[in-house]
C-alpha cells in the first residue's frame, strides 16, 4: 500500500468514526482527490459543507472536482455560492481564485457585498488567519508567542490565529492520537502526530519553506 493510500484509509477512518468531524471529512477529501478519485471526493467535500457550510475553500476544491467529472453547471454553480461566501467573510484568496476559475469559464464575476464590520465587540486584532477552514474572520487574534521554541512555531504564530491553534491542541490533536493509537514516545509516532498537525493547520512543504 502506498503513503497516499494509508493516509486515505486512516482519514476514512476517522470520518467513519466521527462522523460529524468536518476536518477529517476535509481531509480525506484532499488525499482522494490528489488520488484522481474526484467523485469520491466530491462526496467528501459536499459532507464537510454540510457540516461547516462557511467553510470557503472547499467550494473551490468541490468545483474543481465537478469540473474533472465533466460537471460545468453544477461547477458554476458551486463556484458561485462559494465565492459570495468567500467574500461576506473576508476570505481573500479562495474568494479570487474562484473569481478566476468563473471568468475562465465565460462567466460573469459576481459583485461584491463585502461591507466593514460595524461590530467593534466581535472585532479582532486585523490578524489573517491562514488556515483553511478558520471561521473566526474578522474576529481571529494573533497568537500571543510561539506555541514551540522552533521555526515551526515562529510559522505558526505568524499564519495561525490563537482559536485554530487552540482547537488542534485542546481537540483535534486528542482526536488524532486516540484514533490512529500514535505513541508519542516513539519517533513514528512523533512524525505522525507533526504530520496530522501540518495537515490540520493547511501547511505544505512550499509554505513551510517560506514560499
Known amino acids: 500500500m502506498s503513503q497516499l493510500q494509508e493516509r486515505i484509509e486512516q482519514f476514512k477512518k476517522m470520518a467513519n468514526d466521527d462522523p460529524e468531524n468536518e476536518l477529517g471529512h476535509f481531509r480525506l477529501g484532499q488525499l482522494l482527490m490528489e488520488d484522481g478519485r474526484y467523485d469520491e471526493a466530491a462526496a467528501s467535500f459536499v459532507r464537510t459543507l454540510q457540516l461547516m457550510p462557511q467553510f ?9 472536482c465537478r469540473l474533472k467529472l465533466n460537471n460545468r453547471d453544477e461547477a458554476v454553480r458551486v463556484l458561485k455560492e462559494g465565492w459570495g461566501i468567500a467574500d461576506e467573510r473576508g476570505d481573500k484568496m479562495p474568494r479570487d481564485e474562484m473569481g478566476r476559475m468563473l471568468v475562465e469559464l465565460g462567466e460573469p464575476l459576481p459583485e461584491s457585498q463585502q461591507k466593514a464590520d460595524s461590530d467593534s465587540g466581535s472585532a479582532g486584532d486585523g490578524f489573517a488567519c491562514q488556515r483553511p477552514g478558520c471561521d473566526m ?11 514551540m521554541p522552533d ?5 505558526i504564530q505568524e499564519s495561525i490565529c490563537a482559536d485554530c491553534w487552540d482547537y488542534w491542541f485542546r481537540n483535534f490533536s486528542i482526536k488524532v492520537i486516540n484514533e490512529l493509537r500514535l505513541d508519542l514516545s516513539t519517533e513514528h509516532g512523533q512524525e505522525e502526530y507533526d504530520r496530522h498537525m501540518r495537515d490540520f493547520l493547511g501547511f505544505t512543504e512550499s509554505t513551510l519553506a517560506g514560499t
Open 56 to 64: 470557503s475553500k472547499v467550494y473551490q476544491l468541490l468545483a474543481m
Open 137 to 147: 474572520g474578522s474576529r481571529a487574534h494573533r497568537l500571543a508567542a510561539p506555541p
Open 151 to 155: 521555526e515551526l512555531g515562529r510559522r
